[in-house]
């Protein structure tokens, strides 16, 4: 059974940089796609980008300014830097496998319990 | 941009059939999916490829996508299947949710 776990720092100063790494376990990392999802409390989910296991990046227009991703195959972990944050950043941040070949078919089988990140001094 | 609506809530008695309803701009011509979301949980695919259900899913989730509209189904609703609920698609290399919408089975 794949499990995805994300860990890092629950409290983030404002215009500091947010950074989340999820771990992929129980089965293989490579050749996915592999996303990070947002959620603010009692609001709705935002796709803020993916990272393909090559290295190869798509980010939301509405966060690419701000926003890093990498992966590390060989430990079976991705991460997502966000530069700048505002308390508008807080949220629970998911990560999350998609399981196509991409093209015009993109969705999410597994995802992380929610990792909650609160912006604030 | 691309923007997909849901309606913010609907309701359902047990053991009856409900339509949760996602609308976008030719939302037909894209794939649509489907997550369940229990309060304070991880959301759950339901649906993917506007009809086919992952393993796992019980047989009463459906999805159908036409025109401008994608629609869950559920037949014969269950306590369980109290939710909120997202559509979700592709468009122009960015994925989009929906807004949501709160089942409440009542």
């Known amino acids: 059974q794949v499990q995805l776990q994300e860990s890092g720092p629950g409290l983030v100063k404002p215009s500091e940089t947010l950074s989340l790494t999820c771990t992929v376990s129980?089965?293989?990392?490579?050749?996915?796609?592999w996303s990070w999802i947002r959620q603010p409390a009692g609001k709705g989910l935002e796709w803020i980008g993916h990272?393909?296991?090559?290295?190869?990046?798509t980010y939301n227009p509405s966060l690419k300014s701000r926003v890093t991703m990498s992966v590390d195959t060989s430990k079976k972990q991705f991460s997502l830097k966000l530069r700048s944050v505002t308390a508008a950043d807080t949220a629970v941040y998911y990560c999350?496998?998609?399981?196509?070949?991409?093209?015009?078919?993109?969705?999410?089988?597994?995802w992380g319990q929610g990792s909650l990140v609160t912006v604030s001094s | 941009s691309y923007e997909l609506t849901q309606p913010p809530s609907v309701s359902v008695s047990p053991g009856q059939t409900v339509s949760i309803t996602c609308s976008g701009d030719d939302l037909g011509d894209k794939y649509s999916s489907w997550y369940q979301q229990r309060p304070g949980q991880s959301p759950v695919l339901v649906i993917y490829q506007d009809n086919k259900r992952p393993s796992g899913i019980p047989e009463r989730f459906s999805g159908s996508n036409s025109g401008n509209t994608a629609t869950l189904t559920i037949s014969g609703t269950q306590a369980m299947d109290e939710a909120a609920y997202f559509c979700q698609a592709w468009d122009s290399s960015i994925v989009i949710f929906g807004g949501g919408t709160k089942l409440t089975v009542l």
């Open positions: 999350a496998r998609d399981p196509t070949e991409g093209y015009n078919l993109h969705f999410f089988d597994y």
């Open positions: 990272i393909y296991t090559s290295g190869n990046t």
């Open positions: 129980g089965g293989s990392i490579s050749n996915y796609y």
